[in-house]
């Protein structure tokens, strides 16, 4: 009689900090534990091929009432987040939440605090008392500094002022790049309207990633209606990574194209690197590590064109990560619809259809 196991797989330090390895567990249906760790196993390979390069420890122990566990056949980077692995009873066991009596409500601030909050921490998320109270220095002592200038701007500028925190990182994130140290806030303000003009305009063209193949198509179709003699050449648009992609080398794809301003999938600008070393992965910012998690769960997730990266990332609603199910649907619809791979850019002729079948079939298999 088969018997419920949950199992988990848990990287260690190496291959967190050089492959952005993340734990993951799952329930398989097994007759016993040993036949239960040797299921999970070859699942598990079979799931995560890049796996073999990396040490992980598996963990295995009986589904018991009461205990939490992953669906069963799902893959769920979040279980041992909010699960740990109990040595004494060989069980897995909830994380007791840390009880945080200093930390505030960031919404029930006031807009000033808020943009000041912003400004000095790059976040809206967990806010302690501590860090309120840091932040209005702005509004204070320190409102004469270059971050001062940009919460003045902020405040003066209605159609900014009166966005979502999420996006108001993004138009601060710009003006700390474009302004140079010493700025004063009416060249702050200009340069944060003519940020909102770049994004405006980016929003009203639909449809504006196209992966490598539908451009293809396009050109083919053009070709075909001018000169149906000609010859069409073979398709030479995708950008072929000069690296091997790995979950680390995505996870930097993933931060760069978070950029707020103006970028190009396959240049990216010294500055941009910086910024996503520092701003984003140093900080581990919240949208940009559940993006991350997210695509852990795709399949073949690391054959995908870096167009098909930046646009997925470009094209998002920009509080979507707050939704984990909503990012979920929206990767996967994205990836099958618009998804290219890599070597699919290579070696496809400007004629032949988009094979989507291949990530359909694989959806299906899993």
Not at 90 to 105: C, M, Q, W, Y
Not at 252 to 273: H, K, M, Q, T, V
Not at 333 to 361: C, H, I, M
């Amino acid at each position: 009689m088969s018997k419920v196991f949950i199992c988990a797989a848990i990287p260690d330090e190496q291959a967190i900090k050089e492959e952005g390895a993340v734990a993951v567990a799952t329930a398989i249906e097994a007759g016993d534990e040993r036949r239960a760790r040797a299921k999970f196993t070859w699942q598990f390979l079979e799931q995560y091929p890049a796996a073999q390069d990396c040490a992980y420890k598996f963990l295995v122990c009986e589904d018991k009432p009461g205990m939490p566990r992953p669906a069963i056949d799902s893959w769920d980077t979040e279980y041992m987040q909010e699960n740990r692995w109990d040595e004494e009873s060989a069980s897995f066991i909830p994380v007791e939440p840390e009880s945080d009596p200093i930390n505030v409500n960031f919404d029930k601030l006031s807009l000033e605090v808020q943009n000041a909050v912003l400004v000095k921490f790059g976040t809206c998320e967990n806010i302690t008392v501590d860090m309120a109270i840091d932040a209005q220095e702005l509004l204070q002592e320190d409102v004469a500094t270059f971050d001062g200038h940009i919460v003045e701007a902020l405040m003066k500028t209605p159609e900014i002022n009166a966005m979502y925190p999420e996006r108001k990182l993004f138009a601060i994130g710009w003006v700390k790049h474009k302004c140079k140290p010493g700025t004063k806030w009416p060249e702050i303000q200009a340069e944060l309207r003519n940020w909102k003009k770049r994004q405006d305009a980016e929003r009203k063209e639909t449809g504006k990633y196209t992966s490598v193949v539908d451009l293809a198509r396009a050109k083919a179709n053009r070709q075909h209606t001018e000169n149906p003699a000609e010859k069409i050449p073979p398709v030479t648009a995708a950008i072929h990574r000069e690296y091997k992609q790995t979950w680390k080398t995505l996870d930097r794809e993933l931060a760069y194209y978070l950029w707020p301003g103006d970028a190009d999938a396959g240049n990216i600008d010294g500055s941009i690197l910086r910024w996503a070393k520092n701003e984003v992965i140093a900080r581990d910012r919240e949208d940009w590590k559940r993006i991350s998690a997210s695509m852990r769960k795709q399949p073949d997730a690391l054959r995908y064109s870096r167009q098909t990266i930046f646009g997925l990332v470009r094209e998002r609603p920009i509080d979507i990560h707050k939704d984990p199910v909503a990012l979920n649907k929206y990767i996967t619809e994205y990836l099958t619809t618009k998804g290219v791979f890599e070597d699919e850019g290579r070696n496809q002729s400007a004629t032949e259809p988009p094979r989507k079948s291949w990530r359909l079939n694989s959806l299906r298999k899993r």
